[in-house]
């Protein structure tokens, strides 16, 4: 089953405005990511943030959590063409050392030149 | 550095036919690795998961097998595919909490 949802599950913007993607999740969390998917690719790690913290920034991605929503958002600013892709977020389960990601459906984020 | 390869990228096979794709991992020992598929327009489903050589979990019953015969290999096989089989194939083994996903096989079974 899956864990992650994210909302919307498509999203066009112009380039140079902010995208902001949202997750939600069922169970509690030791950790929350976000994934960048470009067609036909493998995914690609953006960003983790644990379930203590409740911002997180790195270069033009900001990450919010909201445990007692259960809840995520990950915002791009000032996007580009090249951010065009599928973003996904996952959730761990972990249990010992049998440590596991759960990912949503993803929101397909189209940036338009 | 540490690199994963998964190949082949894409794959044809007949309905009935015989499935092995591989996985492997360079400079890291003894990690955790991971078969996820992909369907259209969906999410990632985790198939197997290894925490080291022979051990193998399944998360969904399927027409899949997987196995880890050494500790930087992990094979995904059928003995014979279904329709339903097709999808991508991602592998992936963690590195600190962040997945590290190969590039993906891609499988269409006709």
């Known amino acids: 089953s899956q864990q992650g949802e994210e909302d919307p599950q498509a999203l066009s913007i112009q380039e140079g405005e902010n995208a902001t993607m949202n997750c939600s999740y069922k169970?509690?969390?030791?950790?929350l990511q976000w994934y960048r998917q470009n067609s036909g690719r493998g995914l690609v790690h953006l960003i983790l943030i644990r379930s203590n913290e409740r911002e997180k920034h790195s270069g033009r991605l900001r990450v919010t959590l909201d445990t007692s929503k259960k809840s995520s958002s990950l915002l791009i600013t000032a996007s580009r063409a090249a951010d065009t892709a599928s973003y996904f977020c996952?959730?761990?389960?972990?249990?010992?050392?049998?440590?596991?990601?759960?990912f949503g459906k993803g929101t397909l984020l189209t940036v338009n030149p | 550095s540490q690199t994963i390869h998964q190949w082949p990228a894409t794959l044809v096979q007949p309905v009935g036919s015989p499935l092995s794709l591989e996985c492997t991992v360079e400079?890291?020992?003894?990690?955790?690795l991971y078969w996820y598929r992909q369907a259209a327009g969906r999410g990632l489903q985790l198939l197997f998961y290894s925490v080291g050589i022979g051990q193998i979990s399944s998360e969904v019953p399927q027409n899949l097998s997987a196995s880890r015969p050494q500790d930087r290999q992990f094979i995904l096989s059928s003995k014979k595919l279904l329709l339903s089989d097709s999808g991508f194939y991602l592998c992936a083994w963690v590195m600190g909490w962040g997945y590290t996903f190969g590039s993906g096989t891609r499988l269409t079974v006709v």
């Open positions: 169970t509690s969390i030791n950790n």
């Open positions: 996952a959730t761990d389960a972990y249990g010992g050392s049998n440590y596991k990601l759960t």
């Open positions: 400079g890291t020992s003894n990690p955790n």
